[in-house]
């Protein structure tokens, strides 16, 4: 667009018989270059600048925090019925191996989801003839619910805060946990959604947290989907001795979400709710007695789908009496929730198998699982495994407890690398590299396009630099100068600019040749001299010397003009 825009000047000045000097190419070629540089680099990087992100952060900074702000229906004196997010739509994403809602039917493969690794234990191969520890058993969360309907479960309507790479989203609050840094490689699309043991703390890259409350998680999710990412969370390390001491005491927004179940879940569920745990002294044994109870039941995939309008906890505590682990998670939580403990159902994947040689969990599509978790104060939220096709959980010993490394967080997590941030990281460098090249190509070109001129308009153009680079040093140019008395004021100012004998050294040699470059052009201008090759070629050797020179005593004038702002 600069060289169209400018050639159609030129020809308009052609056009009227205006003057005008051919080093405009040169001056607008030195400022468009950088220009159109920085441009193309802009329209790299633009793409992976999320639009969204910047309203969001737009939107939090112009907006009243989400719990502090009224709603309009509550400032009228409504009641607004709130509008749940229905499981169904959250997690019946491209890729996933099933939707684990209740009625949706199983959909299992032995296809490869995604290899984690935890650092736990190191490579360790099976023939070297070395005892085996066992690696640690973990449930790789991604979403929980609130609320059952009776046919499925929902989650309350959640508030989106995003974080940046390496963002805390929340610190340790209660006792007994452990952080676990994870690397999980995805190997299949398995949406967005960030799977992690535990309660998520952090990621590597950009992600979103969907808040019931400022401590209630419904899930997290990435901007863009990664192929592979880190991520740290706190998983509890309570023992039973533990849990059992805890009291059945919870703070209000546990008690208001966690304990409530629909009107019409029928009498014998609750009734079955309150035999099972009428023995139970603690909150932790009335929540043993019930998953006991539910192991008895038989694991089977090969269900029918529930009869239209029944309690699907109902019709499979007492017509199906077999199930898969949907069936068992939702009666665990419904059944707790009946006997007063608070429970949550929570979906993402069993541990999956463990790879010894290269120290990761192999985790399968066939690895969908769903599970309950139960509140306990100053422990949080832990997993219980009612599904009678699964092994049941093995809690720590006190010993192993006392042993764990508790809520410290590790070192902060660094964003990931990526080949758009590894060439954002390289950019500084790569823009010093490229004018370290550019300007020897740039003088290179300029002395090219000034031998092709003929001697005469060399010589000209030469010294009406002198005048750019006199401007540049402050040296004034007063009507009715001649080109002798303007060199000597050039002169005489960079004397000023060099008051060492070591710069003198270079300004009696810039004067000498400023003195040779002035005779030669008034020569030329004022005589009818007419210059040659020879002319040329000697010309531009004291330009190419004289130029150098004086470029360092504008940075000498420079330097000092900086000295003398500073306090």
């Known amino acids: 667009m600069v060289v169209v825009g400018h050639g159609a000047r030129e020809a308009g000045w052609q056009a009227r018989g205006?003057?005008?000097?051919?080093?405009?190419?040169?001056?607008?070629?030195?400022?468009?270059?950088?220009?159109?540089?920085?441009?193309?680099?802009?329209?790299?990087?633009?793409?992976?600048?999320?639009?969204?992100?910047?309203?969001?952060l737009t939107q939090q900074a112009i907006s009243e925090p989400a719990e502090q702000a009224q709603p309009l229906p509550e400032s009228l004196g409504l009641q607004a019925k709130p509008r749940p997010v229905i499981a169904v739509d959250a997690l019946r994403s491209p890729g996933l191996p099933r939707s684990h809602l209740i009625g949706s039917g199983p959909e299992l493969s032995r296809e490869i989801v995604m290899l984690i690794s935890t650092g736990d234990l190191p490579p360790m191969p099976l023939a070297s003839g070395l005892p085996v520890e066992s690696p640690p058993r973990y449930y790789w969360r991604s979403s929980t619910y609130d609320r059952y309907i009776g046919s499925g479960w929902v989650t309350s309507e959640p508030q989106v805060t995003s974080y940046e790479a390496g963002q805390l989203a929340i610190s340790s609050t209660v006792q007994a946990q452990r952080t676990v840094r994870q690397r999980v490689t995805l190997n299949t699309d398995v949406s967005a959604l960030v799977y992690a043991a535990g309660t998520l703390v952090a990621a590597d890259q950009p992600y979103q947290i969907a808040w019931r409350s400022n401590r209630d998680m419904f899930n997290a999710r990435f901007l863009a989907q990664p192929e592979s990412y880190r991520a740290d969370s706190l998983v509890s390390l309570a023992s039973e001795e533990q849990l059992r001491g805890v009291r059945a005491e919870y703070p209000d927004w546990v008690r208001e979400r966690y304990l409530s179940l629909p009107e019409n879940v029928p009498e014998r569920v609750l009734s079955l709710a309150r035999d099972l745990t009428a023995t139970g002294r603690t909150p932790y044994d009335r929540?043993?007695?019930?998953?006991?109870?539910?192991?008895?039941?038989?694991?089977?995939?090969?269900?029918?789908?529930?009869?239209?309008?029944?309690?699907?906890?109902?019709?499979?505590?007492?017509?199906?009496?077999?199930?898969?682990?949907?069936?068992?998670?939702?009666?665990?939580?419904?059944?707790?929730?009946?006997?007063?403990?608070?429970?949550?159902?929570?979906?993402?994947?069993?541990?999956?198998?463990?790879?010894?040689?290269?120290?990761?969990?192999?985790?399968?599509?066939?690895?969908?699982?769903?599970?309950?978790?139960?509140?306990?104060?100053?422990?949080?939220?832990?997993?219980?495994?009612?599904?009678?096709?699964?092994?049941?959980?093995?809690?720590?010993?006190?010993?192993?407890?006392?042993?764990?490394?508790?809520?410290?967080?590790?070192?902060?997590?660094?964003?990931?690398?990526?080949?758009?941030?590894?060439?954002g990281a390289a950019l500084p460098l790569a823009t010093l590299v490229l004018l370290v090249l550019a300007l020897p190509a740039w003088l290179l070109a300029d002395l090219w396009q000034l031998r092709r001129l003929p001697p005469r308009l060399v010589v000209g153009r030469l010294y009406e630099r002198v005048h750019g680079l006199g401007k540049r040093l402050a040296v004034p140019m007063r009507a009715g100068d001649t080109p002798f008395e303007y060199a000597q004021s050039l002169q005489q100012r960079v004397r000023q600019l060099a008051p060492d004998?070591?710069?003198?050294?270079?300004?009696?040699?810039?004067?000498r040749e400023l003195s040779q470059l002035t005779e030669l052009y008034v020569r030329t201008s004022y005589s009818p001299y007419m210059p040659d090759d020879i002319d040329r070629w000697q010309a531009l050797q004291l330009w190419q010397r004289l130029r150098l020179r004086l470029w360092l005593v504008w940075l000498w004038q420079a330097a000092r003009t900086m000295r003398r702002r500073r306090p």
């Open 287 to 423: 929540a043993v007695a019930i998953e006991a109870y539910l192991r008895t039941y038989s694991y089977t995939l090969d269900l029918p789908a529930p009869p239209a309008g029944r309690d699907v906890v109902d019709y499979f505590l007492f017509d199906l009496k077999r199930g898969y682990c949907d069936y068992f998670a939702a009666a665990m939580v419904v059944l707790a929730r009946a006997a007063g403990l608070p429970a949550r159902l929570v979906v993402g994947y069993a541990s999956g198998s463990y790879d010894f040689m290269n120290a990761q969990y192999v985790v399968s599509q066939a690895d969908a699982h769903s599970w309950p978790e139960i509140y306990f104060n100053e422990y949080g939220w832990v997993e219980f495994e009612p599904t009678s096709g699964r092994a049941a959980i093995e809690r720590p010993s006190a010993l192993k407890q006392a042993a764990g490394r508790g809520g410290a967080l590790l070192e902060p997590l660094t964003p990931a690398h990526t080949w758009w941030g590894d060439l």
């Open 501 to 511: 004998q070591q710069r003198r050294t270079i300004v009696d040699a810039s004067t």
């Open 18 to 56: 205006l003057d005008y000097s051919e080093d405009i190419r040169l001056d607008i070629a030195i400022m468009v270059a950088p220009l159109c540089i920085v441009l193309v680099v802009a329209a790299w990087f633009v793409p992976s600048i999320s639009l969204q992100r910047l309203a969001e």
